[in-house]
């Protein structure tokens, strides 16, 4: 892989991806926040936005100033402002496409030829460029051209109806559309990375809404001949695998192999469920769940769900229904190093996530308490990239002029 001369502001010793430069053309969740996972593997992320700036920078947030989802999905990056549509901005972008290893867009497949940046122009320009666009239903059909948001396509795919009670579809918060395609993303680009390797030349990846939604719901999405429309494609066993009240909180239980089952009912006073032959397979348990969910609940209510989680220990999987917020102090997620220190220009110091996958020459090794990169101010290293491109002030100044860069 080629070495560039900046390395990402977040890079870690050995990290697979140090000395790889991508341009983040992609706005919203899927686009961004693939990228930040190959910031997390060490790649140099530089955020080429719009005069306009990325769409997230302006949703609803209770932080003064900032958008908490911009800063969530954006971490790890440098940021440039480009007008595509000024001639010198365009000229400013392929400088940087010369310089680049990967190329990442989320327009929808009509715009890049007219913005003259689609993957054919760049990879002319740039023959060993990984191309990567993130589209909502992909480069065919007659849907290609349609905006796709992560709901729509939870909507369209099947989620939302197998989510929800018969009749009464429900959306899953979340964003997990959105969250999936990044991880295709990193993915994708990582494998074009090694074949690049192989081959010496660049490609394109191409990575969709609709994919993502779809692959999500590979155990679904098998049909024998012999079944009807309506078969059951629900994956929920059903019965005791589930969310349950308690004296005090909820608690999930998962028990669907038999040392589970029957170290939960052991645990709970329940030994004659464990013994009974009418609940002795998963199937049998989901077909009885009424009747021994009821006995379940009853037990249940004689401790608190933390009692519970507790008492089951390693010998039932289990936890308390918390909020988000208790995973900032969780024991586990800070033994894991998953929690990074930021420190940013306008909200200040702040906590965040970061870290998706780990590395270590050892696989015992914790790793140090990270002091993340945060997401960058709207044009906050324009000056700076366009420097590293050997432009003096005077150069960069006539850019401001035009209108081309802020």
């Known amino acids: 892989m080629t070495m560039t001369e900046t390395e990402s502001p977040t890079a870690v010793p050995q990290a697979p991806l140090q000395g790889i430069r991508v341009l983040d053309l992609s706005a919203y969740i899927a686009g961004p926040y693939g990228c930040a996972l190959l910031a997390d593997l060490g790649a140099e992320v ?47 972008l392929m400088q940087l496409v010369a310089k680049a290893d990967v190329f990442v867009h989320n327009f929808r497949p009509n715009v890049p030829p007219r913005l003259k940046i689609d993957f054919e122009t760049l990879s002319a320009h740039n023959p060993r460029l990984i191309y990567c666009a993130v589209s909502g239903y992909g480069e065919q059909g007659p849907a290609r051209e349609k905006a796709g948001y992560d709901q729509v396509l939870q909507a369209m795919s099947g989620l939302c109806a197998l989510q929800g009670a018969p009749g009464a579809p429900e959306i899953l918060y979340g964003s997990v559309v959105d969250y999936y395609a990044a991880s295709m993303l990193s993915s994708g680009v990582s494998s074009a990375l090694f074949q690049r390797e192989r081959t010496g030349k660049g490609c394109y990846v191409g990575v969709s809404l609709l994919r993502s939604a779809l692959a999500m719901q590979s155990a679904r999405l098998v049909w024998a001949e012999s079944e009807d429309r309506d078969v059951n494609r629900d994956m929920r066993s059903g019965g005791i695998t589930g969310l349950h009240p308690t004296r005090e909180g909820t608690l999930y239980i998962s028990a669907n192999t038999p040392h589970f089952w029957q170290a939960l009912c052991e645990l709970t006073g329940l030994d004659e469920l464990f013994t009974d032959p009418r609940f002795d397979t998963v199937r049998k348990r989901a077909e009885n769940a009424e009747f021994l969910t009821a006995r379940l609940h009853e037990a249940l209510a004689l401790r608190s769900a933390e009692e519970w989680q507790e008492r089951f220990g390693q010998r039932v999987p289990s936890a308390v229904v918390r909020q988000v917020e208790d995973m900032f102090d969780d024991p586990q997620v800070a033994a894991e190093g998953m929690i990074s220190n930021f420190e940013h220009p306008v909200i200040g110091h702040y906590r965040g996530f970061a870290g998706a996958v780990k590395f270590a020459s050892d696989s015992r090794a914790l790793p140090a308490p990270a002091v993340g990169t945060p997401a960058p101010l709207f044009g906050q290293h324009t000056d700076d990239i366009l420097a590293e491109l050997g432009l003096d002030p005077e150069a960069i100044e006539a850019l401001h002029k035009t209108g081309a860069v802020e």
């Open 46 to 92: 530089i955020k080429v936005e719009p005069p306009t700036g990325d769409n997230l920078r302006k949703y609803p947030s209770t932080l003064d100033k900032e958008s908490r989802a911009f800063l969530g999905v954006n971490r790890g990056k440098r940021g440039i402002v480009l007008d595509l549509k000024k001639p010198e901005g365009l000229d400013t």
